[in-house]
């Protein structure tokens, strides 16, 4: 699913909204999840999951193409670990 057939989901469920509200609203949530985990900190969602930044140490890396070691800096990356609920609709399809 993209985001502009997520705000076509929301505006369909919703009626009373419009497609342009529904980006607005589509577009602030992923705004703020996205302004938490940018500051370090940690968003969840009941029912759905949690994001979180994990931090990965520096590394030694290889070039698959020439087999050459290279280093790899250290750096955070954003993690999502999916919630109960998630996990056992997914699994029971």
């Not at 342009?20 to 999840?33: D, L, M, P, Q, Y």
């Not at 302004?35 to 900190?41: D, I, T, V």
């Not at 968003?43 to 280093?71: A, D, H, Q, Y």
Request: hydrophobic residues 35%; glycine residues 8%; without cysteine.
């Amino acid at each position: 699913m993209t985001k502009s057939e997520l705000i076509d989901a929301v505006s369909a469920a919703n009626h009373d909204i419009t497609r342009r509200e529904a980006e607005v609203v589509v577009s602030t949530v992923f705004s703020a999840i996205s302004e938490e985990l940018a500051s370090g900190g940690r968003v969840e969602l009941r029912g759905f999951g949690s994001f979180s930044i994990k931090n990965r140490e520096s590394r030694t890396g290889r070039n698959p193409k020439t087999g050459e070691s290279v280093f790899v800096p250290a750096k955070s990356v954003p993690h999502f670990k999916p919630g109960k609920e998630l996990r056992e609709r997914v699994d029971h399809k």
